[in-house]
């Protein structure tokens, strides 16, 4: 006779906790990050070379708070500066 019937109960009676994680507000919260100005005209949207996180410039929103990675490789690009 087999015992897998024992094993599917406790199987069965495991609980699971799963913590909930940090929402996007949190975590953004939590990566160091700078102000960036975009300089140029119109939209614009740039990829950051090391968070990979797509982010929206435009005349209405030129002024940013970006992954602090990402700031020197879009200064670089001559279409930003350092915010405030």
Do not use: N, W
């Not at 024992?6 to 953004?28: D, F, N, T, V």
């Not at 700078?34 to 929206?56: C, D, N, P």
Request: net charge positive.
């Amino acid at each position: 006779m087999s015992c897998c019937g024992k094993k599917r109960e406790q199987l069965r009676q495991r609980r699971i906790m799963r913590l909930p994680g940090p929402s996007p507000a949190q975590a953004a919260a939590v990566a160091p990050s700078a102000s960036v100005v975009f300089l140029g005209e119109g939209a614009y949207l740039i990829t950051g070379q090391y968070s990979r996180k797509v982010y929206h410039f435009s005349q209405e929103q030129p002024e940013q708070r970006v992954d602090l990675k990402d700031v020197d490789a879009m200064v670089q690009t001559g279409l930003f500066e350092m915010g405030r």
